[in-house]
């Protein structure tokens, strides 16, 4: 059984910097697809960032060219750094994990592709 758990949200004004972990113990990341979704309040969840096995990575618009997925192996840690943030990323962030006993060779954008969460960290950004 896989245990995510997120870290690193908190409140920030806009323009700022934000960088989200999610620690995976044990867990060599480098096999399975990874990604950084986020909620916010009456939204549907929302896939943001994602990576497969071969470090391969893909965006949403709304955050290309401002945040960046990436993983520490070594550390067993999904890192979202998240730059010139705005209001409107104001949303709980969650990290997720596709087990799907084979390697992920593309990044996967659908949240019903994962099967493993994590319990998700509150990002607020303050104009």
């Known amino acids: 059984q896989v245990q995510l758990v997120e870290s690193g949200g908190g409140s920030v004004q806009a323009g700022g910097s934000l960088r989200l972990s999610c620690a995976a113990a044990?867990?060599?990341?480098?096999?399975?697809?990874m990604g950084w979704f986020r909620q916010a309040p009456g939204k549907e969840r929302e896939g943001i960032a994602h990576i497969d096995s071969s470090g391969r990575t893909a965006y949403v618009d709304s955050v290309k060219g401002r945040f960046t997925i990436s993983q520490d192996n070594a550390k067993y840690t999904l890192y979202l750094q998240m730059n010139s943030v705005k209001p409107e990323d104001t949303a709980m962030y969650y990290c997720a994990l596709r087990d799907l006993g084979q390697i992920c060779y593309v990044p996967r954008r659908n949240a019903a592709e994962y099967n493993y969460w994590g319990q998700g960290t509150q990002v607020t950004v303050s104009s």
């Open positions: 044990g867990y060599k990341l480098s096999s399975y697809c």
